[in-house]
């Protein structure tokens, strides 16, 4: 009895010296962050861009006709933009806009995380009648995102940063990690383990849902929505396929099955590759067939996060060997660029600058 209990708390103390090491050891799935960084910053980006135009009608004065599901909506953000004028929110629109872009390069990534939150809750918020199941995820995602270190791979920051270590030069506060290092690693692994935990509840949700439902149960859930006009991009393609009941079929129940098993495909290496691919073109159909390309690109953007670092490494090594000589020529035309802006702006505009300053407005 004695020698079972102290095999217990060994086993114990193992599983407490891994979970330890997992957590403050080093930080995980770098790449996988960085893409759901740049995937979750590029759907903002998109569906605001796509909705420009418009924007006055969907969130600003002229969406006076979303009141009655604004006076019955529970969420308080919605007052961040009531009845601002339109000049106000062009600027938090364009901000959102410029936040999300330079969180999708990683330049100044935490700042410009939490722009665009702010900015997209802001937004998306004032208009309850359109908004979607996407839109939740995105606000969550941004913020798991805000917790990780997701400017270590793929963006500006790290390529300054290395410039700077390169170059000996001790570069500024916001270069470096503020927080102790034990608590940067501990607090990058549980956010994406908690960001991770919420990608598979919104898989698993989403099939439960479905079967839940007559029209998926029958199989028709898909023919009917195929049949909607806002669903139906391109009508040619919608006709094609609802036509065919074995293409119907398949894609019915490819959908249900990477829903309701995302979590237990998950655990085998090889069960997770299919899983993944499938679970990403699944994804691109809907985005495709449905006219629904941001809140798709948000969802993919999350499953990217259980893709091997090995298998992101690989890619990254060989898009590199494709894609490098075009980069180093456009950075060395770019350099020539920068060059000439720059000599523009002492020869030119610093000149004239210090002419206004000390004669029109000097005292």
């Not at 470096?176 to 690693?185: K, Y």
């Not at 607090?187 to 994406?192: C, E, M, Q, R, V």
């Not at 991770?196 to 079967?211: E, I």
């Not at 149960?217 to 195929?226: D, F, N, P, V």
Request: aromatic share 12%; proline share 4%.
């Amino acid at each position: 009895m004695r020698t079972m209990w102290w095999g217990l708390v060994d086993s114990w103390e193992q599983l407490r010296e891994r979970v330890d090491q997992w957590v403050l050891g080093e930080k995980h799935a770098l790449y996988g962050v960085a893409a759901c960084r740049i995937g979750t910053a590029l759907s903002v980006f998109g569906l605001l861009l796509a909705n420009l135009t418009s924007r006055d009608l969907w969130v600003g004065q002229a969406s006076i006709w979303a009141e009655p599901a604004r006076a019955v909506s529970q969420f308080p953000e919605l007052a961040v933009l009531h009845n601002v004028s339109s000049d106000v929110l062009t600027v938090v629109y364009t901000l959102t806009m410029l936040g999300s872009i330079a969180l999708a390069l990683g330049w100044h990534t935490k700042a410009a995380n939490v722009v665009t939150f702010v900015g997209f809750i802001a937004i998306v918020a004032q208009n309850p009648v359109v908004g979607g199941q996407s839109d939740n995820l995105v606000r969550l995602t941004l913020l798991w995102l805000f917790l990780m270190r997701t400017s270590e791979r793929w963006s500006l920051d790290a390529r300054r940063r290395t410039r700077i270590r390169e170059g000996g030069r001790k570069g500024h506060a916001w270069d470096e990690e503020i927080l102790p290092r034990w608590l940067s690693t501990s607090l990058h692994n549980l956010a994406f383990l908690g960001l991770a935990a919420q990608t598979v509840l919104v898989y698993m949700a989403a099939g439960l849902d479905k079967v839940s439902q007559h029209a998926w149960q029958h199989g028709t859930a898909l023919y009917y929505t195929m049949q909607l006009p806002e669903y139906r991009p391109f009508p040619w393609l919608s006709d094609l396929l609802s036509s065919s009941r074995v293409v119907l079929a398949l894609v019915t129940y490819t959908v249900l099955l990477v829903q309701l098993f995302f979590a237990p495909l998950l655990l085998n290496p090889i069960s997770r590759r299919v899983l993944l691919i499938f679970a990403v073109g699944v994804n691109v159909i809907f985005a495709v067939l449905f006219a629904a390309p941001w809140s798709s690109l948000a969802v993919i953007a999350v499953t990217g996060l259980f893709v091997s670092t090995a298998t992101w490494e690989a890619l990254d090594d060989r898009v590199r060997d494709v894609a490098g000589p075009p980069v180093d020529w456009l950075a060395e035309k770019g350099g020539g660029v920068f060059y000439f802006g720059d000599l523009l702006r002492h020869r030119f505009v610093l000149p004239v600058y210090d002419w206004v300053r000390f004669t029109i407005f000097r005292r």
